[in-house]
C-alpha cells in the first residue's frame, strides 16, 4: 500500500467531509472512491478491478456531485 499526503485547503476538507457525510462514507474513504472513479473514467484502470458495493446509482453521483460543488 502506498500511502499519500493530499493537502486540502479548509474549503475543500469541509466540502469533501460534507460529501463524504452524505454518502455514509469516512472522508478517506471517499477520497480513494473519487480517485478510484476517475481512474476507471480515463480508462486508467481495468473494469475488472472494480470492487463490489463501491457503485453509485447515476442519480445520487448527480446529486451528490452537485452539492459538493
Known sequence: ???LFIHLNETE???LARWAALEMRDPRDQVRFLIRQELLRR???PDSTR???????ESQARITNDQAM
Not at 51 to 57: I, T
Open 1 to 3: 500500500m502506498i500511502r
Open 13 to 15: 476538507a469541509e466540502t
Open 43 to 45: 480508462g486508467l484502470l
Open 51 to 57: 470492487q463490489p458495493g463501491n457503485s453509485e446509482p
